[in-house]
């Protein structure tokens, strides 16, 4: 009989124990935990025009099997004029919220991140660059096929022949995109107005 209630007291401290660690000192219950940064890697590039949930949710899945931390690299290309390091607004636009929605599929994931900016004059060159810079240990990408944006046969084949490690190359389906970049609706404007319009336009090309 006093080993069962001995048995008792001490499931009980155990249970009130766990209870304490989860709560804060306050008594609140903690936030949701971020996932640590590990030693292993993923590279995952895009390119601006949309995002593949295809190939995320595959570098997702690869990263959590071996407790890797995923790297989504988003590709700027840098006109010629402008030197390699200038600010982009117009790429930054695009890239926040395609960032922001690989974060929360990789928090449901319970994958952690490290998200980058790879700048090149082509998608080629800001992949060299990337592969330079970074440290991984496989890249996953998406390809170009059936009018989605991703990467060109060229750059795939350069890739695999001049980029280290595990390189896994996702086909992605035809309505995939995560968060698709959808263009402008065209303005009604007078001859003046798009004269007007065209001047911006041109005084942000040579910006």
Same mark, same amino acid.
Not at 68 to 88: C, G, I, K, Q, Y
Not at 178 to 194: D, E, F, H
């Given at each position: 009989?006093?080993?069962?209630?001995?048995?008792?007291?001490v499931?009980?401290?155990l249970?009130?124990?766990?209870?304490l660690?989860r709560?804060?000192?306050?008594?609140?219950?903690?936030?949701?935990?971020?996932?640590?940064?590990?030693?292993?890697r993923?590279?995952?590039?895009?390119?601006?025009s949309?995002?593949?949930?295809?190939?995320? &949710?595959? %570098?997702l899945? !690869? =990263?959590? /099997?071996?407790n890797?931390? $995923? +790297?989504?690299?988003?590709? *700027?290309?840098?006109?010629l004029?402008?030197?390699?390091?200038?600010?982009?607004?117009?790429?930054?636009a695009?890239?926040?919220?395609?960032?922001?929605?690989?974060e929360?599929?990789?928090?449901?994931?319970?994958?952690p991140?490290?998200?980058r900016?790879?700048?090149g004059?082509?998608?080629?060159?800001?992949?060299?660059?990337?592969i330079?810079?970074?440290?991984?240990d496989?890249?996953?990408i998406a390809?170009a096929?059936?009018g989605?944006?991703?990467?060109?046969?060229? &750059?795939v %084949?350069?890739? !695999? =022949?001049? /980029?280290?490690?595990?390189? $896994? +190359?996702?086909?992605?389906? *035809?309505?995939?995109?995560l968060?698709p970049?959808?263009?402008?609706?065209?303005?009604?404007?007078?001859?003046?107005?798009?004269?007007?319009?065209?001047g911006?336009?041109?005084?942000?090309?040579?910006?």
């Amino acid at each position: 009989m006093t080993a069962v209630l001995i048995g008792v007291i001490v499931v009980l401290v155990l249970a009130l124990a766990a209870v304490l660690v989860r709560r804060r000192p306050d008594g609140t219950p903690p936030a949701k935990l971020v996932p640590e940064p590990s030693a292993r890697r993923t590279l995952f590039p895009f390119v601006a025009s949309a995002l593949s949930r295809r190939a995320l &949710d595959a %570098a997702l899945r !690869l =990263a959590r /099997a071996e407790n890797a931390t $995923l +790297v989504p690299v988003f590709l *700027a290309r840098v006109p010629l004029h402008l030197p390699l390091d200038s600010p982009l607004p117009r790429q930054a636009a695009i890239a926040v919220p395609l960032q922001e929605a690989i974060e929360q599929r990789a928090t449901a994931y319970g994958v952690p991140i490290d998200c980058r900016l790879g700048r090149g004059r082509t998608y080629r060159h800001a992949l060299r660059q990337t592969i330079a810079d970074e440290r991984f240990d496989r890249i996953v990408i998406a390809a170009a096929v059936g009018g989605v944006h991703g990467f060109l046969p060229d &750059d795939v %084949a350069w890739l !695999l =022949a001049h /980029a280290p490690g595990e390189i $896994l +190359v996702v086909r992605p389906g *035809a309505e995939d995109q995560l968060v698709p970049i959808a263009p402008r609706p065209p303005r009604r404007t007078s001859v003046n107005g798009r004269r007007a319009l065209r001047g911006r336009r041109d005084a942000v090309r040579s910006s």
